[in-house]
Nanobody
Framework: QVQLVESGGGLVQAGGSLRLSCAAS????????MGWFRQAPEKEREFVAA????????YYADFVKGRFTISREYAKKTVYLQMNNLKPEDTAVYYC??????????????????WGQGTQVTVSS
């Protein structure tokens, strides 16, 4: 059983910052990438950022470029999402996800078999 546990969500004012963490544990799995997705009420779950486990290459959705930074501690199987200059439209439940070695897509949520339970991020105006 693979477990992904997120932490670091909360309430912040517009322009503020939060740092999300996601720790993977349980059955040993070689991940191709770990990523962050978010889902606002009545909206589809959307890609935010991803990082390749071995190379460290990073990928971002256009709406977070320059504001969010994804990083990882490979040995700890932990990934972080530093979110700066937060906007009210960033309000959502943020999910950590991991896909398996050999997966080619990092932006599609359908390519991620492992998910965390989600952490709420609320940005007030």
């Amino acid at each position: 059983q693979v477990q992904l546990v997120e932490s670091g969500g909360g309430l912040v004012q517009a322009g503020g910052s939060l740092r999300l963490s996601c720790a993977a544990s349980g059955r040993t799995v070689s991940y191709e990438a770990m990523g962050w997705f978010r889902q606002a009420p009545e909206k589809e779950r959307e890609f935010v950022a991803a990082i390749k486990s071995i190379s460290g290459s990073t990928y971002y959705a256009d709406f977070v470029k320059g504001r969010f930074t994804i990083s990882r501690e490979y040995a700890k199987k932990t990934v972080y999402l530093q979110m700066n200059n937060l906007k009210p439209e960033d309000t959502a439940v943020y999910y950590c996800a991991a896909n398996v070695l050999g997966t080619t897509s990092v932006r599609s949520r359908y390519e991620y078999p492992y998910w965390g339970q989600g952490t709420q991020v609320t940005v007030s105006s």
